[in-house]
T-cell receptor, first 110, second 114 residues
Framework: SQQGEEDPQALSIQEGENATMNCSYK?????LQWYRQNSGRGLVHLIL?????REKHSGRLRVTLDTSKKSSSLLITASRAADTASYFC??????????FGQGTELSVKP | KAGVTQTPRYLIKTRGQQVTLSCSPI?????VSWYQQTPGQGLQFLFE???????NKGNFPGRFSGRQFSNSRSEMNVSTLELGDSALYLC?????????????FGDGTRLSIL
């Protein structure tokens, strides 16, 4: 299956702590993307990392990609209550479809 | 720039009926993709349209169909509705085809089948 598998399925932390989510996959990819979804809303794009890149940053977000291990991680530093959401990784293979994982539910408690 | 707009936001139908959902992409975006999201199956790819042509299709029965107009707006149609079609249907647009760039999502249409 091309679908990414995310770990953990749910994560509960206190405000100010860091949150790390992982995504593993089995096929080759052109890029891997991370999205956030607040309850009842659409997805919001966070970061796109291409297969020839190892790390990208955006504000408090850091994404790493290890193509040899077929895995990626999303780190949110100094988390806030507003970061409470579901986070999805999505895999893209040239000419194919963007396939989403099952997501990690992050809860940040004030 | 206005975001991706999906209409209607909520819809209630009964089994056997058909439904049409609409998606207006961000201005200048030529690719529109549709996804079905349910608690059990997660986000599943339905199809992608680029410049009025279906570029990719997911593993859904023929009851699910779509089209794209010359102004890039897209519609998806589900015929002979089943209880299992209850879901959040999400539309996403991007400038180019495929998943080689960020997808911009609308807030979805919540479809409930009674």
């Amino acid at each position: 299956s091309q679908q990414g598998e995310e770990d953990p399925q749910a994560l509960s932390i206190q405000e100010g702590e860091n949150a790390t989510m992982n995504c593993s996959y089995k096929t080759s990819i052109n890029n891997l993307q991370w999205y956030r979804q607040n309850s009842g809303r659409g997805l919001v794009h966070l970061i796109l990392i291409r297969s020839n890149e190892r790390e990208k940053h955006s504000g408090r977000l850091r994404v790493t990609l290890d193509t040899s291990k077929k895995s990626s991680s999303l780190l949110i530093t100094a988390s806030r209550a507003a970061d409470t959401a579901s986070y999805f990784c999505a895999l893209y293979n040239q000419g194919g479809k963007l396939i989403f994982g099952q997501g990690t539910e992050l809860s940040v408690k004030p | 720039k206005a975001g991706v707009t999906q209409t209607p936001r909520y819809l209630i139908k009964t089994r056997g009926q058909q439904v049409t959902l609409s998606c207006s992409p961000i201005s200048g975006h030529r690719s529109v993709s549709w996804y079905q999201q349910t608690p059990g199956q997660g986000l599943q790819f339905l199809f992608e349209y680029f410049s009025e042509t279906q570029r990719n299709k997911g593993n859904f029965p023929g009851r699910f169909s779509g089209r794209q107009f010359s102004n890039s707006r897209s519609e998806m149609n589900v015929s002979t509705l089943e209880l299992g079609d209850s879901a959040l249907y999400l539309c996403a647009s991007s400038q180019g085809a495929g998943g080689n760039q960020p997808q911009h999502f609308g807030d979805g249409t919540r479809l409930s089948i009674l």
